[in-house]
């Protein structure tokens, strides 16, 4: 249990991908601010180290999905899988995820006003994610690529670590938003008088956040740790 605890967040789910969801029952971040130990992050916020770990081990030894080690994957790989599956994820969904939100916002606002101040949260980040994908797919990544395969260190905007350092800047933005949208959402939960389109936004919503921090996970903690190493 010792062991655990010493770990950081972000080393466990960067071990065991399927963590993940266990760090976010506890409303643990994994992606931005994975940097602290078990041990601390369990003080910070009053959880019960002793319930943690055991949720972890249980996970540890039940999933039954094969876990995709990202860690040992080649650098190229990882960034197409980026934006093969996460990125891809983002531009299919943000427009409808956008309507259903509206529309919640429209007819439920004004006796949930939580439902409202979620959609402008969420379209905050949509408006940040669109152009911050744009610079990885156009600017960061292809980079990223000239360097590993030409070893080619000259880039117009000086070093790799100006634009990795702004991109995790923007991942901590859009996950402060997106942490605000899980407490207004009492971590998606509708009311028992919900809609469907209230319904479906939540389920929406989960899915999408979920999306949202394992992808920041892989370019925080292994992919940008990759490239500083080279
Ligand atoms: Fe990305
Ligand atoms: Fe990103």
């Avoid at 931005?32 to 041990?39: F, P, Q």
């Avoid at 969904?93 to 606002?109: D, M, P, R, T, Y």
């Avoid at 744009?134 to 905007?157: C, D, M, V, Y």
Wanted: aromatic share 10%.
């Amino acid at each position: 249990m010792d062991t655990l605890l010493n770990k950081t967040i972000a080393e466990v789910v960067s071990d065991n991908i399927s963590t993940a969801s266990i760090f976010k029952k506890y409303n643990l971040d994994f992606c931005c601010g994975g940097g602290i130990s078990i041990a601390k992050a369990c003080q910070k916020h009053g959880i019960n180290p002793t319930d943690l770990v055991k949720d972890l081990e249980s996970n540890l030894h039940t999933s039954d999905v094969p876990n995709l080690n990202f860690k040992d994957w080649d650098i190229l790989f990882l960034i197409d899988y980026i934006v093969n599956v996460h990125h891809k994820y983002v531009s299919d969904n943000l427009e409808v995820i956008s309507e259903f939100a509206q529309k919640v916002a429209k007819v439920h606002g004004q006796h949930s006003p939580e439902v409202v101040e979620i959609a402008a949260l969420y379209e905050k980040i949509a408006a940040d994610l669109v152009p911050h994908m744009q610079k990885e797919e156009g600017i960061l990544f292809p980079s990223i690529k000239a360097f590993i395969e030409n070893k080619n260190t000259e880039f117009p905007f000086g070093s790799l670590e100006g634009p990795i350092a702004m991109m995790e800047f923007e991942h901590e933005e859009v996950g402060a938003y997106a942490k605000e949208i899980i407490k207004l959402s009492n971590n998606f939960a509708p009311p028992e008088w919900a809609c469907n389109t209230y319904k479906a936004l939540y389920f929406k919503l989960d899915e999408f956040i979920n999306d949202l921090f394992q992808h920041i996970h892989l370019e925080n903690n292994i992919l940008f740790n990759k490239v500083r190493a080279l």
